[in-house]
């Protein structure tokens, strides 16, 4: 791989944002937010990461943190799988290893949740180890640099972290680390990027060839199933019946508005509106039904307005939410 590290990491030195995880670099820190980063576009992340570090400071916090403490702070950010996994293993590096982050891929890679990139940022970022981080954004550059028409996916990955570790600046991988996704989220950007004022421009043969966005060539996109849902808003009183999903699976163990796929309205039930949500696999339909009840049916946890929002509850639902506020519910 041609060696861009000189021009990447001048143009870092001149062009970095300050980033609220960029401050007091700790691993926790790192790791929170290279996994709220998977989640969401940089400028979204900021807000939940600092609401999150400013509840839970340290890695012992979050260890001790209730479940649904760390899923409320997680709302919005979707796959609460990530948030359940943070908090899993920040257990694990609290009670099992006395409060420390190992040091190498190897070793971070063996706790909940971190995959190659993220044991690669945080062994880079936090310890300045000599290690890749391969994301989308980094692919994105790379294939771009080496006009390279293989379709991205984990051999691509697997090759480039490969490769990136031969030319990682010594004692700054870290740093190479950071000015190569800076590029990919502010220059080299999905669409047409801007290579006017890229530092790597006169080694591109993606620029050279003319048409840098035909790169990177991208997996072809999987078709979303289709489900038809009803949701029912069950109320009694000031009280909404939620009940928790199972604990595998979409969205698991998380509370939610009961709902099902049964195709027909259910009886005594007042149309409330309809909504979609999309997954990554799947596409929800969904039709709502007010339904008032004169007592608590067994099954369900009925709660009042103010514990309601206290709880972690899905955006799939966000519609049906709102529509109970407005009933001033
Ligand atoms: S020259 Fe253009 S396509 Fe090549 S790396 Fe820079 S921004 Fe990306």
Known sequence: MVDLSRPLLDWYEQNKRDLPWRRDVTPYRVWVSEIMLQQTRIEAARGYYERFMRALPTVEDLADAEEDTVLKLW???GYYSRARNLHKCARVIARERGGEFPRTVAELRALPGIGAYTAGAVA?????APEAAVDGNVCRVLARVEACS????????ARYRRELTEILPEGKSGEFNSALMELGETVCTPGIPDCGRCPVAALCMARAEGDPDRYPVLPEKKTRRIEERRVLLMICADRVALRRRPERGLLSGLWELPNDTVPEPPEHGEPCGEAVH???HVEWRMRGYVLRVAGETEGFRWVTPEER???AIPAAFSFYLKKL???GL
Request: glycine share 8%; aromatic share 8%.
């Open 75 to 77: 709302e919005g950010l």
């Open 325 to 327: 506020e407005e009933m």
């Open 278 to 280: 999309r997954f990554s």
């Open 150 to 157: 293989e379709t991205v996916g984990e051999p691509m990955r």
């Open 309 to 311: 929002r206290a709880l």
């Open 124 to 128: 880079s970022l936090a310890f300045n």
